[in-house]
């Protein structure tokens, strides 16, 4: 019998969780660190509690939006009638989360992985020693997992305290809803927070440091989101960055660069996050690192040191949970000898949780536009569909590229309430090379969004290189 290959994986978020659970199915002895609680920050802090807030506040833009519909509520705006009691949000956000933790560590343990509580660092790259409340743990290894993810980034003049200078961790510690809070940075987390506190009822202010916010997204659906903020009226302050932010009295001051104080209840710092790579002993172990302080990997999530390998947010590769999940996953059947398709960064979707969501998946309109690919594209705005018309909401598009010989289908966005649903049709034509043909051959429901994909792509079928925007 072959000797059994121990595993130890540091860190219980996605990249780590998913990985344990295929190195079990593998024949591994795996053995997972965690020093918080399992499903990681993607399940306790970042990922699950943001979509269970943004899910309360979509509720709130609805009703918001009823009178479009004919259906009048008494008092001018949708907090004169309904009462957000943000400690009872907060606390279902936390319930929630803290129960779908418990539901990986019981799946964990039903496919036999040792769960250890502790904080882990590598002793050489075939031994991991864990604090632990028990004291020192020490792990043999014949392969590691380094996927411990990453922590908020602090401006060093703005520090956060947890009650009116917060973090993304810290707003579910919010008992009322701040009457005006700033938010710092229109990345991803940035706008999504923006959003949601604005979908709740919130005066947000949100200080862009570049022209138009989700500055890494597709800058047409950029675009639409911005102006949909602007409209629900939100200020925007772009091309701006803050510097400092302190308390004053009850409420905060934010510092601009530019010399400029601007005052709010609160402040939410959406500035990006460092990796948790420090203090691993990660390079005595041979593991190389960017100059960012990532864990440097490959397509199998191979580090520079052959027994350990390393999935998530921590090797800086996408800071998504399903990218995290799958470099775990690879690392796996890398290590134990399954058959493995390499990361392939072409095929990934994701989504903004904004009010509308933005999806995109595959090739991006920038890789487009820097000449990587010869694509054929069509934007098709979603305001003379029927369906979204019905439903009121008139602002977003569909976009499809595909290759202008084959007509297959290499990348799309979706900008529409439930984009994140949307998308799947356009990431399947993606992965299974779908030409766009083929792709509008299928039926759609009448009326629906997807009516307009098939119509993006029915519109692709005599394609030149120029694009087609209608
Ligand atoms: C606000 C926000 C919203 C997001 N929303 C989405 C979304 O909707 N969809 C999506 O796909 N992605 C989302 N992301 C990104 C997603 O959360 C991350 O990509 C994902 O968490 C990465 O998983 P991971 O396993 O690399 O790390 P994490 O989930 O961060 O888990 C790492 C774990 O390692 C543990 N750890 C660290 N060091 C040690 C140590 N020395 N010993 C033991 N344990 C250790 C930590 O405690 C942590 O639990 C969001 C991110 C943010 C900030
Ligand atoms: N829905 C999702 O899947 C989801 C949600 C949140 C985050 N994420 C992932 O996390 C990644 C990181 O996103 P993020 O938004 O946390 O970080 P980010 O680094 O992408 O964005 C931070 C933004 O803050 C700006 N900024 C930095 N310093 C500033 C200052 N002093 N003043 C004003 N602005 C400043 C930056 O220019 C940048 O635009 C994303 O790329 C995404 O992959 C995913």
């Known amino acids: ?202 005066d947000v202010v949100l200080v862009s440091s570049r022209k138009q916010v989700l500055p890494g997204e597709d800058q047409d659906a950029a675009a639409v989101l911005q102006k949909a903020f602007e409209r629900r009226g939100m200020t925007i302050m772009s091309e701006r960055r803050a510097v400092a932010a302190r308390r004053e009295g009850d409420g905060v001051v934010v510092t601009l660069a530019d010399g400029e104080e601007i005052t709010g209840s609160h402040c939410l710092m959406a500035v990006g996050a460092i990796p948790n790579s420090a203090g691993l002993g990660l390079e005595e172990a041979g593991v190389e690192l960017t100059p960012s302080g990532h864990i440097k990997v490959d397509r199998v999530s191979r580090t520079s040191n052959r027994h350990v390998y390393a999935a998530g947010d921590v090797t800086g590769v996408f800071a998504l949970a399903s990218v995290a999940a799958m470099q775990g996953r690879v690392a796996m059947w890398h290590s134990l000898g399954d058959a493995v398709t390499p990361l392939d960064l ?53 976009k499809l590229f595909c290759l202008p010989t084959t007509g297959i289908i290499v990348g799309g966005v979706v900008v529409a309430p439930r984009a994140s649903e949307l998308i799947h049709a356009v990431s399947i034509a993606v992965s299974q090379q779908v030409n766009v043909d083929d792709f509008s051959h299928a039926f759609t429901v009448y009326p629906s969004m997807s009516g307009s994909l098939a119509e993006a792509a029915r519109r692709l079928h005599k394609r030149d290189a120029a694009v087609l925007t209608n």
């Not at 956000?93 to 560590?105: C, G, P």
């Not at 004291?135 to 401006?155: M, N, S, W, Y």
């Not at 989504?351 to 594209?377: H, I, W, Y």
Request: negative net charge; aromatic residues 4%; proline residues 4%.
């Open 1 to 202: 019998m072959a000797p059994v290959t121990k595993v130890v994986i540091i860190g219980g978020g996605p990249g780590g969780y998913e990985a344990a659970l295929v190195a079990t199915q593998l024949g591994g002895d795996v053995t997972l660190i965690e020093r918080d609680g399992l499903g990681g920050a993607a399940v306790l802090t970042d990922c699950v509690p943001s979509k269970t807030l943004i899910a309360t506040a979509e509720v709130m833009v609805r009703i918001e939006n009823a009178r479009q519909l004919g259906l009048h509520l008494p008092g001018d705006a949708v907090t004169d009638v309904v009462r957000v009691d943000l400690a009872e949000v907060n606390q279902r956000v936390l319930d929630l989360a803290l129960a779908q933790s418990s539901d990986i560590r019981q799946r964990l343990l039903q496919e036999g992985v040792a769960i250890v509580i502790g904080q882990a660092r590598l002793d050489g790259a075939n031994v991991v020693i864990a604090d632990t409340e028990h004291g020192q743990e020490r792990f043999d290894a014949d392969i590691v997992l380094v996927a411990t993810g990453t922590t908020p980034r602090e401006l060093p003049d703005a520090p956060c305290d947890g009650e009116r200078i917060l973090n993304w961790k810290q707003v579910y510690n919010l008992t009322d809803l701040p009457e005006r809070l700033i938010v710092v940075g229109s990345g991803v987390t940035g706008a999504e927070f923006a959003s949601a506190f604005d979908g709740l009822g919130c």
């Open 346 to 398: 072409r095929l990934v979707s994701s989504n903004v949780f904004t009010t509308p969501e933005v999806a995109t998946v595959g090739l991006s309109q920038k890789e487009v536009d820097a000449g990587l690919v010869r694509v054929s594209s069509v934007l098709l705005p979603l305001g003379p569909n029927a369906r979204s018309k019905m439903q009121g909401f008139t602002e977003g598009f569909v």
